[in-house]
């Protein structure tokens, strides 16, 4: 299917299968059950696992291929979300031109950027990339508010031009949509207990994602992957024999430039403000984080780990001690104070801890990532039978 | 570079798929039945509090959960009641609000706009909340009520004190009861007249957000209309710790008042900072070294130790105020939690209040309801005395503090004297102030 061979089009099937059903699929427990705090099935968590999810794909291009470690991305998520978010201010609420005007400046930003950066390899070229991004965070941040809104962040008003849209006088914003299709309606489905949300911005957000994973598939399949790959294995051997790679890891930089762009715009897109700390620095070290967790180098890894990440910030940074409380509270007065004191430092606020554990544990005993602890979970439950079966479906690290 | 293999058939192919994809979402864009965004049906309803719990204002933050929680104990008819007994609108009953019991969900700002929406967005979307409140700095307060505005909850601001949450950032759906940087000022000037004349020179440090930017124009406005000259105004970055750099060029600048458009921990690092350059021992121009710092709070004042001593602010509330409400809520709280509240936690206790008896008066949940019985709503025994909702920006009018660091403390907490009451009449001004212009509130948005 689309030129792929069997195991790629089995993959995009599975992501396919896993973004369309995800609103089911992220919303096991019953509304009213106590175990309703670990749903994830509401549009914005979701819109947010998949435009993260495109970030890392894009990421894990330049980082999983050339073994360029990048630590100013966010600059481009950034970039993409205040051009979207000035379209939306001048042109018009279609999320159409705010995305496409999104992925070129990032992808202008990223040549600039990538073409100074990648003189240098290795460390250096981490710091130059870290110096940019905290370049234009500052600029953001102070030197350029008339075009970001320092701190506030850029937002919509009622007075802006929007020159291709109707007047607007019902004195509220107008809210963006895909052809007059509105990002944030949705639809409702009550099953028994539980209850589904389908919103449209999600479903805008999926498809975009499954083209980006589909474009990354034919990248990584590509001759031009391959001379990624090169790159990563032995930049010298390559020097030797007369290639001269800077030209692919700058291209693969802009193409990843390009996709963070793109998070950014969608980002916007759902929810049209910009604000500076999109671009510091630890933005770009979560982007780092998710795909190591999921996986470098692997297809689907970094999607897994873009949901984690976004999974605990969300889910887990909510549970507080009245939450606890309410779980505990069969147990007997002073065994359950004690459950919830010892609790308490992983959850809420402290979720960051949490998920430095978890990054720990992978790092030390998966370094291949999830996608690695899927394998050998895969492996253990038919890996005895055909010895040679495990290698036919894993996904393989570049390195 | 790459195969290509483009067939007929697989462009067909695609092509259909492709199609299928795009006309997928078209399929859910029934919106639902309810009247408005959230509409509680069950027996509870719930409040979301989002405050920040990390960063540099996590102090605050933390304060103002607690009143909160105090607050959704008073209205469910837990605890002494607090100020609900002196409150001017003996609506509620203790029986939550219009009868359904009051639940609260809680989340993280950060400090930052993204995430402060992000965490807002969770709690209206997963945890069906009917109102958000909270925010301890203006720009995620400004970031919040444009999201509540958008997807049809109210917001009722907690500590923000940029003119812009109500000026040009002003919003139907979002209310703000503390002060802001032109009451400061209004309040302010008369004393600094008072206690360091009308020749001076006054040189500002300021944080540069739009709470900085608007504080800082206000007191300018102020002062130099009294005769003051403004001799310099410095951005400092919100993040910035140390300031060392930008104290040192105010001793050669000429400049004797140093005016601190700083709060939480960054006023507390650069007023440090300017007693160990040794400002307040100077004499510039003839006349003492000034520190003025326009917005205190006891948090901060606690933070910055002996160096507070003798510094003029003004403050939106304070626990040492001997009217009902305030010793009922001061009472309350500390009972509650071994010590007095600050002024945030005040505010937000108050906006949760006036949050539910808007809902019981005007016996619904519905935003637009809730902004027609807050808009130009008068009340009085939460603590500030006679205090009006304005109908034209959602700003509260009261009086306002001007304190000073106490040089005697009794106690830890004892740490400010309230050195005047402005009365609400000196600090109101016009809702077409210039100050305040360039903003359109907008309609009512009930969302659904």
Redesign the interface.
């Known amino acids: ?3 792929l061979n069997k195991k790629d089009s089995a993959l995009l099937l599975l992501v396919a299968i896993l973004t ?1 059903m995800a609103p089911f699929i992220l919303n096991p427990f019953p509304t009213d059950s106590g175990l309703a705090q670990f ?1 994830a099935g ?4 979701m819109q ?1 696992f998949v435009i993260f999810g495109i970030f890392a794909i894009g990421f894990n291009i330049l980082f999983g291929l050339t073994g360029y470690l990048s630590f100013g991305h966010a600059a481009f998520l950034g970039v993409g979300s205040y051009s979207a978010v000035w379209m939306f201010k001048l042109l018009s609420m279609n999320i159409l031109p705010a995305v496409i005007l999104s992925v070129i400046i990032a992808g202008l930003f990223a040549l600039v950027i990538g073409y100074v950066s990648l003189r240098r390899s290795g460390i250096y070229f981490s710091i130059l990339t870290l110096a940019f991004a905290q370049m234009s965070f500052a600029l953001a ?2 030197v350029l508010t008339p075009i970001t809104n ?4 850029l ?5 802006d031009a929007r020159i291709l849209d109707p007047v607007n006088d ?4 107008p ?1 963006t949509s895909l052809f007059g ?2 990002m ?5 489905l009550a099953v028994g207990p539980w209850d589904f ?4 911005g999600y ?2 957000c999926a ?1 975009f994602l ?1 083209l980006a994973f589909y474009l990354a598939i ?1 990248i990584f399949r ?3 992957g391959m001379m990624l790959r090169a790159i990563k294995s032995n930049q010298q051997r390559l020097n030797y024999t007369g290639l001269n790679p800077r030209p692919y890891t700058l291209a693969a930089f802009v193409i990843s430039g390009m996709y963070a762009g793109l998070a950014g715009g969608l980002l916007a897109s759902m ?1 049209p ?1 910009a ?1 500076a ?2 671009m510091q620095w630890t933005a770009s070290g979560e982007v780092v984080l998710m795909t190591i967790l999921g996986g470098v180098g692997t297809l689907i890894g970094p999607v897994l780990g873009a949901g984690l990440i976004k999974y605990f ?2 889910i887990f ?2 549970i ?1 001690d009245t939450v606890l409380h309410g779980w505990f509270s069969f147990l007997p007065d002073g065994i359950e104070d004690f459950l919830v004191t010892i609790i308490h430092p992983f959850v ?2 402290g979720w960051h801890l949490t998920l430095g554990i978890i990054f720990m544990l992978v790092v030390t005993f998966l370094p291949g990532g999830l996608v690695e602890g899927g394998q050998r979970i895969a492996r253990l439950f038919r890996g005895k039978k055909t010895k040679d079966g495990a290698d036919g479906a894993k996904t393989e690290p570049a390195e | 570079m790459s195969k290509t293999n483009l067939t007929r058939r697989g462009v067909l192919k695609s092509g259909a798929v492709a199609g299928a994809g795009v006309a997928l979402p078209t399929i859910f864009t029934a919106s639902s039945a309810a009247a408005y965004t959230n509409e509680p049906t069950g027996g509870t309803v719930t409040l979301g509090f989002n405050v920040p719990q990390t960063g540099p204002y996590a102090d605050e933050g933390a304060d103002e959960l607690r009143a909160y929680e105090l607050a959704v104990e008073h209205l469910n008819g837990e605890g002494d009641g607090g100020m609900m007994p002196t409150f001017s609108s003996k609506e509620l009953q203790g029986n939550g609000i219009l009868g359904k019991k009051v639940n609260f969900v809680t989340g993280d700002t950060q400090t930052k706009s993204d995430a402060a929406r992000a965490s807002a967005k969770s709690m209206i979307e997963k945890d069906g909340a009917i109102m958000i409140s909270g925010g301890s700095s203006s720009g995620v307060a400004v970031a919040v009520q444009g999201l509540c505005q958008e997807a049809g909850v109210i917001f009722m601001a907690g500590l923000t004190h940029s003119n812009d949450t109500t000026g040009k950032d002003k919003k139907a759906n979002g209310f703000r009861h503390f002060f802001n940087g032109y009451m400061s000022a209004a309040a302010l000037a008369p004393v600094l007249k008072n206690l360091y004349g009308t020749d001076r020179k006054a040189y500002h440090l300021t944080a540069d957000y739009t709470w900085g930017w608007t504080q800082q124009e206000s007191i300018a406005a102020a002062t130099e209309a009294m005769g003051w000259e403004t001799v310099n105004n410095v951005l400092t970055p919100l993040a910035a710790t140390d300031f060392s750099s930008y104290i040192a060029p105010v001793l050669n600048s000429g400049a004797d008042v140093l005016v601190l458009n700083h709060y939480g921990g960054n006023m507390v690092n650069s007023l440090t900072n300017a007693v160990q350059f040794g400002l307040r021992n100077k004499q510039v121009n003839g006349k003492n070294f000034e520190i003025v710092v326009p917005l205190f709070s006891r948090l901060m004042a606690r933070g910055a130790g002996e160096n507070i001593k003798g510094i003029v602010g003004s403050t939106n509330w304070h626990w040492s105020l001997q009217d009902e409400g305030s010793k009922a809520f001061v009472k309350s709280f500390g009972t509650k939690y071994g010590f007095p509240p600050s002024q945030a936690a005040h505010t937000v206790y108050c906006q949760t209040l006036l949050y539910a008896d808007a809902a019981q008066r005007a016996g619904t949940f519905n935003p637009c309801g809730i902004v027609e019985a807050l808009e130009g709503f008068e009340f009085d025994g939460l603590g500030n005395g006679k205090t009006l909702y304005r109908a034209e920006d959602h700003q509260c009018f009261k009086d306002v503090l001007v304190v000073k660091g106490k040089e005697n403390p009794t106690s830890e907490f004892d740490l400010l004297e309230v050195v005047e009451v402005t009365p609400a009449a000196q600090v109101t001004y016009p809702p077409d102030h210039p100050m305040f212009a360039g903003g359109a509130l907008g309609t009512c948005n009930p969302g659904a």
């Open positions: 299917m689309f030129g369309m749903n509401y549009p914005d968590l947010r941040y102070s320092g701190e506030t962040g937002q919509l008003n009622l007075d019902s004195g509220s914003l809210v299709l509105e944030r309606s949705s639809f409702d949300t389908f919103s449209v479903y805008v498809i499954l034919r590509s001759p031009f929810d403000l604000g700390e999109r910030e969300n940074s909510k507080n809420g606020k």
